[in-house]
Structure formats: structure tokens, C-alpha cells
């Protein structure tokens, strides 16, 4: 898998450790031969992780809306940018672009993101390995919801299949290294 979507916040948090985590994961993408597939944007950890990409010779290619372009929130020196005007267009954008899916800490933005993709798996539009990177245990409580609603019936266990919590990038790079795509021929019956 050559090209990676990373769901990210446009704010960098309190913690430290979250904008060394986007670094790190934007230099590792790069020097992996992996191309970035992002929203975008300049600011927070998008930003950071878009700027270590392209400091270490990484191709970033970015999506945005035009709302977001006008007020200047757009990274100006991607490798690419397309404008787009929906955010329903944008994420399209970025599933059809990208072989997996790694999430950062982020806020609503990156939690509906992630939500879509992981609804788009479930549904057999796709099927990517979605992974939460983990940074200071920013995801646990999130992944053992999605436990507890597959536990209450409310999502199939197959929803946890192509879902992975990781702690680390190294364990990012494994799990994209070794995922095997689902046969989304049959999903109706593995959904029930």
C-alpha cells in the first residue's frame, strides 16, 4: 500500500507527545516511500505532519474545501492540492485516493471522518485497514466503545476485522504492511 490517509486535528492539543507523533508520522510515511493523502490544511497537526513529510522529501497530497482555501487555511507547498467544494466531496476524495487509513488525535472533524470510513468498510465500499494511533492513550476509550457496541449487538464483529489500536507507528507501518483486503462481494451476509 503506496498511498495513506491520515485523519489529523487542525489544532495540535496540549500534549507534546501528540505533535511529535505527527512529525514522526509524517517523516516515517515519507522515508517509507508512503504518499500522504490528508485534508489539507497548514495548522495543528495536519500541518505538522505535512510539513515533516515534505522535510524529509515525502509526497503530500491534499484536499480541502474552497470555504477552507478562501480563509487561507490551505497548506500552500503539497506536492498537490485539490479544492473541492463539499466536505462530503473532500472525504470522497481522499477514500478514493488512498489504500489505508491512519488517525491522529483529533476533534469532530477527524472523529467523522473516521466514523464514515469505518460506516464505508461495514457497508463493503471499501474495505481499509482504519487505523487509531494511539498517542498517550487517546483512543482507548473510543476503540472500547466500538468494543462495547459490538458486544450490544449494535455493529457486527466484523467492524473490529478491518479496526486496529496501535501505540506506536511501528505498529502502523505492520498493519498496513500486512492487511489483507475483505471479499466486499458478500458483505450483506457478514453484517447480520
Known amino acids: 500500500m503506496k498511498k495513506i490517509c491520515v485523519f489529523a486535528g ?3 492539543g496540549k500534549k507534546e507527545s501528540y505533535r511529535i507523533a505527527a512529525q514522526d508520522l509524517g517523516k516515517c510515511l515519507a522515508l517509507n516511500g508512503k504518499t500522504i493523502v490528508y485534508g489539507g490544511g497548514s495548522l495543528g497537526l ?8 515534505l522535510l524529509h522529501k515525502g509526497t503530500v497530497e491534499g484536499v480541502i474545501t474552497s470555504q477552507l482555501d478562501s480563509v487561507e487555511v490551505s497548506h500552500k507547498d503539497l506536492s ?3 479544492i473541492v467544494e463539499t466536505m462530503h466531496e473532500r472525504k470522497a476524495l481522499m477514500a478514493k485516493r488512498s489504500e489505508a ?18 460506516a464505508w468498510n461495514q457497508l463493503g465500499i471499501h ?10 492513550n487517546y483512543y482507548k476509550d473510543l ?17 473490529l476485522e478491518d479496526l486496529y489500536l ?8 505492520k498493519v498496513i504492511d500486512n492487511f ?9 451476509l457478514k453484517t447480520k
Open 10 to 12: 487542525s489544532k495540535e
Open 80 to 82: 498537490k492540492l485539490d
Open 180 to 188: 489483507t483486503k475483505r471479499n466486499l462481494k458478500n458483505w450483506v
Open 166 to 173: 496501535v501505540n506506536n507507528i511501528d505498529e502502523s507501518l
Open 46 to 53: 495536519m500541518g505538522l505532519l505535512a510539513d515533516s513529510a
Open 127 to 136: 474495505s481499509k485497514p482504519i487505523i487509531l494511533l494511539n498517542i498517550s
Open 143 to 159: 476503540y472500547d466503545f466500538i468494543k462495547k457496541s459490538v458486544d450490544e449487538k449494535f455493529l457486527p464483529l466484523e467492524s
Open 101 to 118: 487509513i491512519i488517525c491522529l488525535p483529533g476533534g469532530v472533524g477527524t472523529w467523522e471522518e473516521f466514523f464514515e470510513a469505518m
